[in-house]
């Protein structure tokens, strides 16, 4: 039963955007701080943000500035607007809510 669906990725230019969104499927995580990791081949899963519930995000530093999150209760989503995007960026990123997670979407920042 999937519980979180992710969406938006694709392929990018270098300082291009793009914002993925994860859905909350089961309406089961409205009260719970998520996660966004994301994971190249051969290397662990990266933490990238995180938001509260009420909305407060933090950042790694390697996306701080460029990388926003937001989440949208009424539609039990949650975002991730990615700008200024740069080839090291490319990477599958993930969805995160307790121990549940989204299937992934594939970001490739390339000229």
């Known amino acids: 039963q999937v519980q979180l669906v992710e969406s938006g990725g694709g392929l990018v230019q270098p300082g291009g955007s793009l914002r993925l969104s994860c859905e909350d499927a089961g309406s089961r995580f409205s009260g719970v701080t998520m996660a966004w990791y994301r994971q190249t081949p051969g290397k662990e899963r990266e933490w990238v943000a995180r938001?509260?519930?009420?909305?407060?995000?933090v950042y790694a530093a390697s996306v701080r500035g460029r990388f926003t999150a937001s989440r949208d209760i009424t539609r039990n989503t949650v975002y991730l607007q990615m700008n200024n995007l740069k080839p090291e960026d490319t990477a599958v990123y993930y969805c995160n809510a307790r121990d549940v997670w989204g299937q992934g979407t594939q970001v490739t920042v390339s000229s």
């Open positions: 938001i509260t519930s009420i909305g407060y995000a």
